[in-house]
């Protein structure tokens, strides 16, 4: 884990004849464009030669469409560089993909020296019959950061996730079972590193029976590590000059020898060293028909709902008020946007995961409601305005570390976040800012507000499948085995209101209903804590409408979104008033004062008639270690029973995998940082309901897990 977390340095290229070279590898991204055979350019015919044909995509996809099966296909891939491979993979899924709504391509590939955007563009110029896809991934491809970043193309139904940093760091942390292999990577002679055994230690857990590979090097130490790992190992026809290339597909049967390695037969419980048994998590086998029922439906609610729509799932969400988001997800409007300090642990990589994820979800999503004129978003930019000793505590953590905690703009290119000055944080804003307590201005340029009600209904509208039944409290959930020999199959959860009676079934369920979240038999340890917050909103006038930017200060301050400037938030553990409070409203406005006294001024300052003023609390769901609550739930009498010896130091590796309730799962405790964490976790829930490759390293998956409260509470005897 040590080196996971590295600034990324990206690819330096140099140009012959219009071809990218790598000037650290000394190798080329790809073959000559120099000659083209019935149009199509030498570069593209090399790409459908070694890692299409050879793999046997199109007629492996042509299959897929017609067995009808719900579940996609998944390519990995060792080194992204241009694109290029993926660019002629997706443009034939889109030629032979089936037309099944449900069945998406996932596309994994790993980067240890990204090309910056302008390379990216330059390189793919040259190939304008991608273009189309090509200007999507330029659109999408992410800022230079390390770590997963997950890029959805709905339009194409491709999944892309790209792992920045080195193939030895990244691999690991994937939770995913290839169907096709393209080891790309620089030929073993120029990049000897990256074709270590560990690459094929990890190639054989992440395939499965059936899974193939291809490559265009025919090295020795190639085969051998394939065979190694399990695979049947072809040499074939090469492309262009080269007289050899190796392909083939992982041995179902046999388990052989070579060497002095034994070979054991693929299966999907082969795990990581680094996995603790606890953590690992069940693929969900129960799935019949493919109907969910999420309970609450706020943020995490409809995302979550929104995201397994798209997966072409029946979905049911039942929501106790009239309408969606009536709690937390309420407020008028919300900021989008991440905290940056000098510390690299799970809290911040998850946000800042879910941050650059958020942007490119929210850019998907229409600036109106549906059929409105309501704003749903705007990424007017957000300056995070804070005082001398954050940025002296930031300071302090770079001093101490490695470059893992260098900070900001080693880890954050400028795309990302920008220091700037006083003067030109007046200038962003409009407004004067308080020079003698604020010393640092950072600029998140693509943040900005939501209005969370507004997104909820967004979404709802945007799927067919989502189905509400509003006014419907969930009393208790009850798991039934399926009988067999049904020609439907039932489903095996019920959803029941107080009287017992049966609201809904469904495959799978999910709790995404906050601070309800462990009202039931199944979830009733989740430590849930409430945080009251209330926030505030003023009028406009005709000088605050200058206000550019979200001001991020001890509170927070929005441009007026339908004449009212939102000012947020109050944060009150242990406090249950719901009732708006003046004195609160005073508070959030004092706040704006210390940092933008001009501001604070031109909306009426200490004068404002306390009639302007209006409120609206809700509660927070928080979990103690500031993380949301996400995934599958563990079966706690398992839990308790089998890992009851961790308090007494026993090694891990002596105890059973985890065991959890089949097809049931929570999403909660996003405390306010709600619309930047949901739409993430949301696919992060989707995936493991669907059997994908989850868009979180594994060590954030863990993070995350609900069973961590089980197993600290072990830990200590409890
Ligand atoms: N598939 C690419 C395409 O379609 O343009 C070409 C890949 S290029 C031949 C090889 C890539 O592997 C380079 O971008 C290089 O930076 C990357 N690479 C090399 N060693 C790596 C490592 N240890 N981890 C991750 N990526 C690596």
Not at 159 to 182: M, N, S
Request: net charge positive; glycine share 8%.
């Amino acid at each position: 884990m040590s080196s996971y977390y590295q600034a990324i340095e990206p690819a330096k290229l140099e140009w012959k004849d219009g071809t990218p070279v790598s000037k650290i590898f000394g190798d080329v991204y790809f073959s000559s464009t120099q000659s083209v055979t019935e149009g199509i350019k030498e570069g593209i015919q090399e790409c459908r030669h070694v890692f299409l044909e050879k793999n046997n995509l199109e007629q492996r996809w042509q299959q897929l469409a017609k067995i009808n099966t719900a579940s996609g296909f998944t390519i990995i891939e060792t080194g992204f560089g241009t694109g290029l491979n993926f660019l002629c993979a997706a443009q034939l899924w889109q030629k032979t993909r089936p037309n099944n709504s449900s069945q998406w391509l996932e596309f994994v590939s790993t980067e240890k020296h990204p090309l910056t955007h302008s390379d990216l563009g330059k390189s793919l110029q040259q190939f304008p019959e991608l273009n189309g896809p090509a200007e999507l991934l330029i659109k999408q491809y992410p800022p230079l950061t390390p770590g997963f970043h997950l890029i959805k193309l709905p339009s194409l139904k491709i999944k892309l996730l790209l792992l920045f940093g080195d193939i030895k760091d990244t691999l690991p942390q994937l939770t995913a079972k290839a169907d096709a292999w393209f080891l790309d990577g620089f030929s073993p002679a120029k990049n000897q590193s990256m074709w270590s055994t560990d690459l094929f230690k990890q190639i054989s857990r992440l395939s499965k029976p059936g899974t193939s590979f291809s490559t265009f090097t025919a090295a020795g130490v190639v085969k051998k590590g394939m065979r190694w790992a399990g695979f049947e190992v072809i040499k074939s026809d090469g492309f262009g000059r080269k007289r050899d290339m190796l392909c083939g597909t992982l041995n179902t049967t046999v388990e052989s020898k070579h060497g002095q390695q034994t070979v054991e037969k693929k299966n999907p419980d082969q795990l990581n060293a680094a996995d603790t048994p606890w953590f690992i998590t069940p693929d969900n086998s129960a799935t019949k028909n493919r109907t969910a029922t999420i309970i609450g439906g706020g943020l995490a609610g409809t995302t979550t709902a929104y995201s397994l729509a798209q997966r072409g799932w029946q979905v049911t969400i039942l929501e106790r008020h009239a309408e969606l988001a009536e709690e937390a997800s309420g407020n008028p409007a919300g900021v989008l946007y991440t905290k940056i300090n000098g510390e690299r642990n799970p809290q911040t990589e998850f946000y800042t995961s879910s941050y650059l994820y958020a942007l490119s979800f929210i850019q998907q999503m229409p600036r109106h409601l549906p059929s409105s004129r309501q704003v749903v978003w705007d990424n007017c930019g957000v300056l995070q305005l804070s005082s001398q000793e954050k940025i002296n505590l930031a300071k302090t953590t770079k001093a101490k570390s490695d470059s893992a905690n260098r900070f900001p703009n080693e880890l954050w290119p400028e795309s990302v976040v920008q220091a700037v000055s006083h003067e030109q944080a007046e200038k962003l804003c409009g407004f004067g800012l308080n020079k003698s307590t604020l010393q640092n201005f950072l600029f998140f340029p693509n943040a900005g507000w939501v209005c969370p009600p507004l997104l909820c209904r967004t979404l709802v509208k945007l799927s067919d499948n989502i189905n509400i039944i509003s006014n419907q409290e969930v009393a208790s959930i009850e798991y039934r085995p399926v009988e067999s020999g049904l020609a439907q199959p039932a489903s095996h959860w019920l959803l029941k209101d107080s009287n017992k009676k049966t609201i809904c079934s469904s495959d799978i369920v999910i709790l995404a209903n906050s601070l309800g979240g462990n009202q039931f038999n199944q979830t009733n340890y989740l430590p849930l804590h409430s945080v009251r917050g209330q926030v505030s909103s003023v009028p406009e006038n005709e000088n605050s409408i200058a206000l550019k930017t979200v001001l991020c200060h001890e509170g927070y301050t929005l441009p007026a979104i339908n004449h009212r400037h939102c000012i947020g938030a109050t944060f009150q553990p242990r406090d249950k008033q719901p009732e708006v409070r003046m004195e609160d409203n005073l508070s959030n406005f004092e706040k704006l004062k210390h940092a933008a006294p001009d501001l604070y001024q031109s909306l009426g300052g200490d004068k404002l008639d306390k009639k302007n003023f209006q409120g609206r609390t809700a509660f927070r769901c928080q979990s103690p270690d500031y993380l949301p609550v996400v995934g599958p739930v563990p079966d706690k009498d398992f839990f308790m029973a089998m890992y009851k010896g961790l308090n007494q130091g026993q090694t891990k590796t002596i105890y059973p995998r985890g065991r959890y309730h089949s097809g049931l799962y929570v999403n909660l405790a996003h405390g306010s940082r709600g619309l930047t964490s949901t739409p993430l976790a949301a696919e992060v829930i989707a995936s493991y309901a669907n059997n994908e490759t989850q868009a979180l390293p594994k060590h954030i998956l863990d993070a995350l897990n609900p069973a961590r409260f089980l197993i600290r509470g072990l830990k200590k005897g409890r």
